[in-house]
């Protein structure tokens, strides 16, 4: 299976009915824009039962982005698809609760296995770099709060990065 992310633009029908018909896709996780003139009800009406089933939407690392809290009451109250917390980008976007606030809001969400995000900033390992830019390596500990979740590790060593992460903050379940 395969999670795909995209950022969703004024294509956002279009390319999901392509991509959502694809064999092996999971989950497609959005940054979401909006189609002027449509609501985001709207939107999703358009959408085949197989892109509806598999479509998710994450907090964003922009200070004019949306919040876990902004995407619960904006999208999820009205559409009912899970977010997807991402750790990195709650660090660099809007902040309208805590980080575990926003983690267990993201998690009551999902009806299935919850998956969120990691990745570390680009400037730990250069400095010229953007904080928003993604690492090699995951360099801070993850962040549970007692919660089970998935995790997807979006670093740009990939696997190294995952192994590297594992030994490091001593995770022995896989």
């Not at 296995?113 to 360099?139: C, F, Q, W």
Request: charged content about 25%.
């Amino acid at each position: 299976m395969y999670i795909l992310k995209l950022i969703i633009y004024n294509w956002f029908v279009n390319i999901f009915l392509y991509i959502c018909n694809m064999k092996n896709i999971g989950y497609c996780c959005l940054s979401m824009g909006i189609n002027e003139g449509k609501t985001k009800k709207d939107q999703f009406e358009n959408l085949s039962e197989s892109c509806k089933k598999r479509l998710v939407v994450e907090n964003d690392d922009g200070g004019n982005q949306y919040s876990v809290k902004m995407l619960h009451e904006m999208v999820h109250q009205v559409i009912g698809i899970p977010i997807t917390f991402d750790q990195h980008h709650y660090n660099y976007g809007p902040q309208d609760q805590t980080m575990e606030e926003a983690l267990r809001l993201a998690h009551s969400t999902w009806n299935t296995r919850v998956l969120t995000h990691m990745s570390s900033p680009k400037t730990l390992e250069d400095t010229s770099g953007k904080n928003t830019a993604h690492a090699d390596y995951i360099y801070e500990e993850i962040k549970t709060f007692g919660l089970d979740f998935d995790t997807e590790i979006e670093a740009k060593a990939k696997d190294l990065a995952v192994f590297k992460y594992r030994k490091q903050f001593q995770v022995l379940k896989g």
